[in-house]
């Protein structure tokens, strides 16, 4: 059974930096797509930055410049790195995993940005 298990600090200053790690277990193979999305109060849950196994990546327009991908292949793992933090990033932020034809979902870590 795959699991999805994110890490990160759940609290810091506007203009910060903080990155976040999610960790996938329980398959040998390597997913298609891994990536983070995020949701907002009261927000729809919105792509934030994804990465193929091919290494090309996509990114919110919002976080351009701000935010990067990586992955680990090997070890199922990606990471993000969070820099110029804004209130606006306020979100619990979800990992997800694609092997198709299946998409995992991890249960999620709040990030606060005070201001």
Not at 81 to 102: F, G, H, I, W
């Amino acid at each position: 059974q795959v699991q999805l298990v994110e890490s990160g600090v759940g609290l810091v200053q506007a203009g910060g930096s903080q990155r976040l790690s999610c960790v996938a277990s329980g398959t040998r193979f390597r997913f298609n797509v891994m990536g983070w999305y995020r949701q907002a109060p009261g927000k729809q849950r919105e792509l934030v930055a994804t990465m193929q196994t091919v290494g090309s990546t996509n990114y919110a327009d919002s976080v351009k410049g701000r935010f990067t991908i990586s992955r680990d292949t090997a070890e199922n793992t990606v990471y993000l790195q969070m820099n110029s933090l804004k209130p606006e990033d306020t979100a619990v932020y979800y990992c997800n995993a694609v092997l198709m034809p299946r998409s995992y979902w991890g249960q999620g870590t709040q990030v606060t940005v005070s201001s």
